[in-house]
Nanobody, 125 residues
Framework: QVQLVESGGGLAQPGGSLRLSCTAS????????MGWYRQGPGKQRELVAA???????PYGDSVKGRFTISRDTAKNTTFLQMNSLKPEDTGVYFC???????????????????WGQGTQVTVSS
């Protein structure tokens, strides 16, 4: 079994910064993609940023130039540095990871999708 544990959410003023982290633990052979999604009040869940094992880092259009995703592969951890925060960044931020749990799964070519419990980010003056 795999767990994703997020931390770093909270309250920030417009223009401020927050840093989220997410650590995966459990039965892990490889982590193929780690990323962040968010769900604002009354909105659908949307991609914020992701980091793929190939090095690609897709970002949602609304956060480009303000947010930066990074990853510590050795610690199975991803970080989301959020700068120049806006009230519309408010929402629950969920960590997501596509994980191959075992070597046999790797040889079979499949991976499983996991989600964290979410962390609240509120941007308000």
């Amino acid at each position: 079994q795999v767990q994703l544990v997020e931390s770093g959410g909270g309250l920030a003023q417009p223009g401020g910064s927050l840093r989220l982290s997410c650590t995966a633990s459990g039965t892990i052979f490889s982590i193929n993609t780690m990323g962040w999604y968010r769900q604002g009040p009354g909105k659908q869940r949307e991609l914020v940023a992701a980091i793929v094992s190939s090095g690609e880092t897709p970002y949602g259009d609304s956060v480009k130039g303000r947010f930066t995703i990074s990853r510590d592969t050795a610690k199975n951890t991803t970080f989301l540095q959020m700068n120049s925060l806006k009230p519309e960044d408010t929402g629950v931020y969920f960590c997501n990871a596509a994980i191959t749990p075992t070597y046999s799964a790797h040889m079979s070519g499949y991976e499983l999708d996991y989600w964290g419990q979410g962390t609240q980010v509120t941007v308000s003056s």
